[in-house]
């Protein structure tokens, strides 16, 4: 039987991380995946496709240019599904000949097949071909991610009724789209199906969404959802789905009666551990099949055995499961593991893009800290012109005590990249003075922390508040 220092499952974020930081301490890794080729979710139905799929989207509908040429501007008339696949496999080959590349260079093994533990030290390996081989390591580290839920009474096909993995797989886009789940899944595809024209209606049973989110930034974001025609049904819920004719029906709770093209039910992941057999490690899940280990590292109640990635829950990143992974690898090898800083980042690629990193106003006001906000709107700024944008926000809350940036949430375009300046200021400890004190290249969209760092300092003066 084969002996490795550490055992990884899953070739995911967390997986990978975790495998080569382990390799490049000298040890002997060892990766499985059941999948076809490496990369986990993230690669092959996430992270990955979905925003290629945005990308395609937003250019060949020409959607950032709307703003100086009209809605009916495209930049291809007739968008087909094949045109957004094209794009799609050429970076899944990248995203995987990079991963391959990594794990041969650091001398990580990679074995495909299905895992699952015999006891706590060993895992059985079902390939595809039925053979089963048994290995053993010192750490094993779960790196499983999600798969998505698909309740009994939702009636998928994979055509017409479908989950977020089956999305990028369709022929036709469809006409009109009903998208069951305001989650971050739900609210990315419906807006990247809405900027391609697609009419989109958004149901979600509960009365707000993302509500993780500083509230001025999702009110502005609903209402430029709201501006182009879609519809937002919060807190109602679909009774019933019916398959009927190529087309499908829903009855809402209130009586509401919708026909559509397709339905993308994405309403949460369940934790991919129902066929590791846990119980033989002495592992439990809970209901949504999560694993609950200590936060700084990662270890579960098996002190050799780790998990970290989606599989552990929030905040399901691929980001964030990468640090994750690292650390969990690091602990298990017995190296140093350094706690990540305290602010990551969060960013739903959804067309506009939203950002966040640091507290909400409401979550300052939940700690009773005294405050000041600065507001830039891209419109502002020079940079915004040129791009014809008439939309996007930047948001800044500031300590009266302190001085120091608590929280940076931005809506627009280019949020996500945008979203780092503000992060490295919150982990430096910076205060609202570095925003009015340094210069920022011009014309650019980055202008908005200067202008949203002296909309704040106007307010508050050049003192520090003692209240
Ligand atoms: C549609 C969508 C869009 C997303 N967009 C973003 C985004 O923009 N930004 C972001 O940061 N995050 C995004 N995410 C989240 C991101 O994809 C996940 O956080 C990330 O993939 C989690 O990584 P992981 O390593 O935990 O596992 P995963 O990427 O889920 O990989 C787990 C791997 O384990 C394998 N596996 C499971 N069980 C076994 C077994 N028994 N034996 C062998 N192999 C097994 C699976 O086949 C899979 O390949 C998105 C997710 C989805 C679904
Ligand atoms: N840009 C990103 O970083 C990104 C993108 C996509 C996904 N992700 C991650 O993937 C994870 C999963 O995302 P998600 O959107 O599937 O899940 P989610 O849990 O965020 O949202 C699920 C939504 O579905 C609704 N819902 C729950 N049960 C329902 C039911 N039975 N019927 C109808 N609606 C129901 C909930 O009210 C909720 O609004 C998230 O944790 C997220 O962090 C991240």
């Not at 390996?125 to 094993?140: F, P, R, Y």
């Not at 996007?392 to 009266?400: Q, T, V, W």
């Not at 909309?455 to 003066?461: I, S, T």
């Amino acid at each position: 039987m084969d002996q490795f220092d550490l055992i990884v499952v899953g070739s995911g974020p967390a997986g990978r991380r975790g495998a080569i930081q382990a390799a490049k301490l000298g040890k002997r890794v060892l990766v499985i995946e059941q999948g076809k080729r490496v990369g986990g979710v993230s690669v092959h139905t996430g992270t990955i496709p979905s925003k290629t799929l945005r990308e395609t989207a937003l250019n060949l509908s020409g959607w950032r240019e709307r703003g100086f040429y009209g809605r009916a501007y495209r930049v291809k008339q007739e968008i087909s599904a094949a045109d957004l696949r094209r794009r799609l496999l050429i970076t899944l080959d990248h995203e995987v000949e990079v991963l391959e590349h990594q794990f041969a260079r650091n001398r990580v093994q990679h074995m495909r097949g299905k895992a699952s533990f015999v006891d706590p030290q060993t895992l059985q390996v079902v390939k595809d071909d039925g053979e089963v081989l048994h290995v053993t390591g010192a750490s094993i580290l779960l790196a499983v991610g999600t798969k998505p839920f698909r309740p009994d009474y939702m009636p998928f096909d994979g055509k017409t009724v479908l989950d977020s993995d089956e999305l990028l797989e369709i022929e036709d886009l469809p006409r009109s789209m009903v998208v069951i789940g305001a989650g971050v899944i739900g609210i990315e595809y419906a807006t990247i199906f809405s900027a391609l024209d697609t009419q989109v209606t958004l149901i979600d049973p509960k009365s707000t969404m993302l509500d993780f989110i500083d509230k001025e930034i999702v009110e502005d974001f609903i209402y430029q959802l709201r501006d182009r025609n879609m519809k937002l049904l919060l807190g109602q819920k679909a009774e019933k789905v019916i398959r009927q004719n190529g087309k499908v029906e829903l009855l809402l709770d209130n009586g509401r009666h919708i026909v559509t093209d397709m339905v993308l039910f994405a309403a949460g992941r369940m934790g991919a551990t129902d066929t590791l057999n846990l119980a033989a490690a002495g592992i439990e899940a809970d209901n949504r099949g999560r694993l609950s280990v200590n936060p700084e590292t990662f270890a579960t109640n098996v002190p050799h055995i780790f998990a970290a990635g989606d599989v552990v829950g929030f905040p399901s990143l691929a980001s964030t499961s990468m640090e994750q992974g690292r650390i969990a690898a690091r602990v298990a090898v017995g190296a140093i593991a350094k706690e990540p800083p305290k602010y990551f980042p969060y960013g739903i690629y959804a067309v506009p893009e939203i950002s966040t990193c640091g507290l909400s106003e409401e979550e300052v006001k939940e700690r009773h800290i005294p405050y000041e906000c600065g507001i830039a709107r891209f419109r502002e700024t020079s940079r915004g012109h040129i791009m014809g944008l008439d939309t996007g926000l930047l948001k800044m809350i500031f300590s009266l005590k302190t001085r120091r940036l608590l929280g940076v949430h931005i809506v627009g375009e280019g949020a996500t990249e945008l979203v780092h300046i503000g992060q490295a200021v919150l982990n430096l400890k910076g205060t609202v003075e570095y925003f009015v004190e340094n210069t920022f290249n011009y014309p650019t969209l980055a202008e908005a922390y200067k202008i949203a760092g002296l909309d704040a300092w106007n307010r508050m003066g050049d003192i520090k508040s003692e209240l």
